[in-house]
T-cell receptor
Framework: ETGVTQSPTHLIKTRGQQVTLRCSSQ?????VSWYQQALGQGPQFIFQ???????GRGNFPPRFSGLQFPNYSSELNVNALELDDSALYLC??????????????FGPGTRLTVL | SQELEQSPQSLIVQEGKNLTINCTSS?????LYWYKQKYGEGLIFLMM?????EEKSHEKITAKLDEKKQQSSLHITASQPSHAGIYLC????????????FGQGTELSVKP
């Protein structure tokens, strides 16, 4: 069974640029969630995708957008980068089949630095 | 205000000692998750609790969820240097789908 993978590992951008981060979900999982984790903080929910549709969004501006593909992999796009976007970006995959709360498994993260 | 409070924020223990990390919510939780994170890396899933009064154990780590489903504790028995890292509690709330909210984390150091 393949775990959650993310690319790239690290990224350096300048203010105003655009960035795309990628996530491959765990085998058999059709739901992907993205989180932003600033230094010394817990992760903050950005949005979730289920079967290629956005299925919930946190308190992030529209310049944070996403996509999910038929193979359930996902992209996070951030436009007009700001210095405060510097963070570790985590994706988590889960499968909503069955009842109850979902077990969510996280990838290793992408460290984004905005200069 | 923080919806999920963790305490303590940091902890230094001698190897072999027991320790407890607490996680408290002002709202009734649907699911409570414990993760471990090494600095700058991804989150490693430890346990998920959903039923009031539920308790789960894995190796030397035990997690409990209170009957009201608003408080959880993570207990490590006979700590080892391999237990060092940041422990995060996360929670899902009713009617909020798969969104998880997280506490700020507890940084654990284990002195040999």
């Amino acid at each position: 069974e393949t775990g959650v993978t993310q690319s790239p590992t690290h990224l350096i951008k300048t203010r105003g640029q655009q960035v795309t981060l990628r996530c491959s979900s765990q085998s058999g999982h059709n739901t992907v969630s993205w989180y932003q984790q600033a230094l010394g903080q817990g992760p903050q929910f950005i949005f979730q995708y289920y079967r290629e549709e956005e299925n919930g969004r946190g308190n992030f501006p529209p310049r944070f957008s996403g996509l999910q593909f038929p193979n359930y992999s996902s992209e996070l796009n951030v436009n007009a980068l700001e210095l405060d976007d510097s963070a570790l970006y985590l994706c988590a995959s889960s499968s909503p089949e069955g009842q109850g709360a979902l077990e969510q498994f996280f990838g290793p993260g992408t460290r984004l630095t905005v200069l | 205000s923080q919806e999920l409070e963790q305490s303590p924020q940091s902890l230094i223990v001698q190897e072999g000692k027991n320790l407890t990390i607490n996680c408290t919510s002002s709202k009734t939780l649907y699911g409570l998750y414990w993760y471990k994170q090494k600095y700058g890396e991804g989150l490693i899933f430890l346990m998920m609790l959903q039923k009031g009064g539920e308790e789960k154990s894995h190796e030397k780590i035990t997690a409990k969820l209170d009957e009201k489903k608003q408080q959880s504790s993570l207990h490590i028995t006979a700590s080892q240097p391999s237990h060092a890292g940041i422990y995060l509690c996360g929670a899902s709330l009713y009617n909020q789908g798969g969104k998880l909210i997280f506490g700020q984390g507890t940084e654990l150091s284990v002195k040999p």
